[in-house]
């Protein structure tokens, strides 16, 4: 990337918004030039210079024939290769630059208070057309920059930009200062009420071309059919909405790895960490949906999430569209499985140590100096009244995957069962998960296990308010009030630490461990295809991103959909290559295969409007390095030529069709093409595409 260093100084001051020169006459190296001027607020200003402009259009015309255009680079400013690079795309696209040949000067609208009073696309036509004459000089967008910074301040100063912003601002801008509506009416829009599709669609964009009509709407805007569903009352809205550009999500922004340990309610087997893949922006359905896959849960079983925070239960996912969004990757989530069952309670046991304390303090004797340690456990009870009895057998069935292989306990427990005629080898835990016999296959069966506990071990349990403040032990005598949650204190003794392997229970992965290496910058390719795909998938709306149902008159966290329905003569595709997370910020250089030719998108269009959906790229803006800096490019089809050339900011050079797939491509430019007969043959589906 070069830097003009000192020549910044020379940027000219932005002249009066009244008066504005546009260049008529031979462009110079600097950017200045000669030409005349009119004033943009007196109503015959335009039609003045009407001989004058076409005397200079002639001209164009005529040098074109003897030579070729549009080979003109551009100087770099200073960090201004974001700016050239979508700039060069720009006047690059047949329609644009078509228009911008032409007599453009009659559709500036000068009242649209959405506008910038026309500059914006004066300054931008003359500098096409600067890039459009003969000969291959290099141009300096001084005035160009400058009207930018004027109109859009994010821009001004010379530090590095994205160049899809820089394109989405200036697509937006020229669409209203070409407006051909002077007035824009108000309009009410009307849901859809379960009328037809193409009833609603022609509507919304009747509206839409009432109050915005221009040469950016009329080749660059396409429509989207949008489908909210309300997940409480089943409301069903159906709006049509226009779009400018395509942003498509890489595939490692579509979906995120997530570990979560679970932990057994029958005590069935050993706590086991999963690490499954799901949707990004899903909801705690789609983790348990991918769990229940990962574990080969059964249809009469359940999972419960949850998260874990310094030893105790912080919240629980009962919310199956509670978006995943509210999980972070440094949390701990856990879940419990166990069996299906109508009116149970839910039980959850927090583990408790003695505490080595030197000197006792008014908080440790609240707790009779103990501590929370490991992962509670948690697992449903009937909805019978309870006793200790019931909770201690509970218990001692979740434990029973943690007992070791051998201890002074389990001796004694097999000695008693068998009357003295123990065997010396026996080394199997009672109750023990066993990977060679399947789950629930135990070496003791549960009524042993319970007899054995109840006998050999005495677990001290402590019924808990809902904040584990106050405990008070469980009298074996009376029953326990039945509730929704029943929460206990386990405290653990040098009996139960002999017993049982409490290292399951502690040093609880998190959701995603991020690792700070060096990233590959050469990934597995994907098709653009699956890009699409991932950006039409059915997804939750963010808690942020809630939708007023006129049914239940309350926002709600609705499910949302989003399909092509009319799609536009220049198709702009966004490749989303910055990730931005909470503790990391991410350029993704992953490898997108997309096609240079017969982009059939057909099966992606709902709408029965007889276009053509094939497109053929002619423009791509390229960047190069890391977020936050790097370089841009720019690769562009010369149509009359079927040529393609490399735009370097001010270095121009023809490069093959085969060079111009890279990893670094981040804005495409796709054309209709017609389809027929006589159609050239090309890239017609992913099983042509090449890698």
Same mark, same amino acid.
């Given at each position: 990337m070069d830097s003009t260093g000192n020549e910044l100084a020379l940027v000219p001051l932005e002249p009066s918004r009244s008066s504005l020169t546009i260049a008529g006459g031979p462009t110079m190296s600097n950017g200045h030039s000669t030409g005349y001027s009119f004033n943009l607020?007196?109503?015959?200003?335009?039609?003045?210079?009407?001989?004058?402009?076409?005397?200079?259009? #002639?001209?164009?015309?005529?040098?074109?024939? %003897?030579?070729?255009?549009?080979?003109?680079?551009?100087?770099?400013?200073?960090?201004?290769?974001?700016?050239?690079?979508?700039?060069?795309?720009?006047?690059?696209?047949?329609?644009?630059?078509?228009?911008?040949?032409?007599?453009?000067?009659?559709?500036?609208?000068?009242?649209?208070?959405?506008?910038?009073?026309?500059?914006?696309?004066?300054?931008?036509?003359?500098?096409?057309?600067?890039?459009?004459?003969?000969?291959?000089?290099?141009?300096?967008?001084?005035?160009?920059?400058?009207?930018?910074?004027?109109?859009?301040?994010?821009?001004?100063?010379?530090?590095?930009?994205?160049?899809?912003? /820089?394109?989405?601002?200036?697509?937006? %801008?020229?669409?209203? #200062?070409?407006?051909?509506?002077?007035?824009?009416?108000?309009?009410?829009?009307?849901?859809?009420?379960?009328?037809?599709?193409?009833? &609603?669609?022609?509507?919304?964009?009747?509206?839409? =071309?009432?109050?915005?009509?221009? *040469?950016?709407?009329? &080749?660059?805007?396409?429509?989207?059919?949008?489908?909210?569903?309300?997940?409480?009352?089943?409301?069903?809205?159906?709006?049509?909405?226009?779009?400018?550009?395509?942003? /498509?999500?890489?595939?490692?922004? *579509?979906?995120?790895?997530?570990?979560?340990?679970?932990?057994?309610? #029958?005590?069935?087997?050993?706590?086991?960490?999963?690490?499954?893949? *799901?949707? =990004?922006?899903?909801?705690? =359905?789609?983790?348990?949906?991918?769990?229940?896959?990962?574990?080969?849960?059964?249809?009469?079983?359940?999972?419960?999430?949850?998260?874990?925070?310094?030893?105790?239960?912080?919240?629980?996912?009962?919310?199956?569209?509670?978006?995943?969004?509210?999980?972070?990757?440094?949390?701990?989530? &856990?879940?419990?499985?166990?069996?299906?069952?109508?009116?149970?309670?839910?039980?959850?046991?927090?583990?408790?140590?003695?505490? =080595?304390?030197?000197?006792?303090?008014?908080?440790? /004797?609240k707790g009779g100096g103990r501590k929370h340690f490991g992962t509670p456990l948690v697992t449903y009870l009937g909805e019978d009244a309870l006793n200790e009895a019931d909770i201690s057998i509970a218990v001692s069935r979740m434990l029973s995957p943690l007992r070791r292989r051998y201890s002074s306990l389990t001796h004694k427990a097999h000695n008693s069962k068998e009357n003295g005629f123990v065997s010396e080898t026996t080394n199997e835990p009672l109750g023990s998960y066993n990977s060679q016999s399947g789950p629930g296959d135990q070496s003791i069966n549960n009524t042993e296990l319970e007899e054995t506990s109840s006998r050999d071990m005495s677990l001290q349990l402590s019924l808990t308010n809902g904040i584990g403040l106050s405990c008070k032990p469980i009298d074996k005598d009376s029953l326990v009030k039945s509730s929704q949650l029943v929460k206990a204190f386990l405290d653990w003794s040098d009996k139960e630490h002999e017993l049982y392997d409490s290292s399951y229970l502690k040093d609880l992965p998190e959701v995603h461990k991020t690792v700070f290496t060096v990233k590959k910058t050469w990934q597995e390719a994907v098709s653009l295809f699956s890009c699409l795909e991932a950006f039409l998938t059915e997804e939750p709306l963010g808690p942020d991103d809630m939708w007023y149902c006129p049914r239940c008159k309350e926002h709600r966290q609705a499910t949302k959909k989003l399909d092509l329905w009319m799609l536009p003569d220049i198709l702009v595709v966004h490749l989303k290559r910055f990730s931005y997370s909470r503790y990391l910020k991410n350029k993704l250089d992953t490898y997108v295969n997309f096609p240079i030719r017969n982009l059939d998108l057909s099966k992606y269009v709902k709408s029965k409007d007889g276009k053509s959906h094939v497109y053929e790229l002619y423009a791509i803006s390229n960047h190069y390095g890391g977020l936050g800096g790097g370089h841009y490019t720019a690769h562009a089809k010369l149509v009359d030529e079927n040529r393609w050339y490399h735009f370097d900011d001010g270095h121009v050079a023809p490069v093959d069709e085969n060079e111009i797939k890279t990893s670094a491509a981040y804005l495409l430019f796709y054309q209709r093409v017609k389809t027929g007969p006589g159609a050239e043959e090309g890239e017609t589906s992913r099983a042509n595409m090449d890698f």
């Open positions: 607020n007196r109503g015959s200003a335009l039609a003045t210079g009407c001989s004058d402009i076409d005397d200079r259009y #002639d001209s164009y015309n005529s040098v074109k024939k %003897g030579d070729r255009g549009g080979l003109a680079g551009l100087q770099n400013l200073g960090n201004t290769c974001f700016m050239n690079s979508a700039i060069q795309c720009l006047v690059h696209t047949p329609p644009l630059f078509e228009y911008f040949l032409q007599d453009y000067f009659e559709e500036i609208n000068t009242e649209n208070p959405l506008g910038m009073n026309g500059e914006l696309a004066i300054a931008f036509g003359e500098l096409l057309r600067k890039l459009w004459s003969s000969g291959r000089t290099t141009i300096a967008p001084r005035a160009f920059k400058g009207k930018l910074a004027r109109f859009a301040p994010q821009f001004s100063g010379y530090n590095q930009h994205d160049s899809q912003e /820089l394109l989405a601002f200036l697509l937006d %801008g020229l669409h209203e #200062d070409l407006n051909r509506v002077k007035q824009k009416p108000y309009i009410e829009t009307k849901d859809s009420d379960g009328r037809a599709d193409e009833e &609603v669609a022609n509507e919304c964009w009747n509206y839409h =071309k009432a109050r915005n009509d221009s *040469v950016i709407v009329d &080749v660059c805007q396409g429509q989207y059919k949008s489908t909210l569903v309300c997940p409480v009352c089943g409301k069903i809205s159906i709006t049509f909405d226009p779009f400018m550009y395509l942003s /498509l999500p890489m595939p490692s922004t *579509v979906t995120r790895t997530m570990t979560v340990t679970m932990f057994y309610g #029958d005590g069935s087997g050993l706590p086991m960490p999963y690490t499954v893949t *799901v949707p =990004k922006h899903g909801c705690c =359905k789609d983790l348990s949906q991918a769990l229940g896959t990962a574990c080969c849960l059964r249809g009469d079983e359940s999972l419960l999430l949850a998260e874990v925070r310094e030893h105790a239960i912080h919240r629980y996912f009962e919310n199956p569209l509670e978006s995943l969004v509210s999980i972070k990757d440094d949390e701990h989530v &856990v879940a419990y499985r166990s069996k299906k069952v109508t009116g149970r309670i839910k039980l959850e046991i927090i583990h408790r140590v003695q505490e =080595k304390q030197e000197k006792f303090t008014s908080e440790n /004797l």
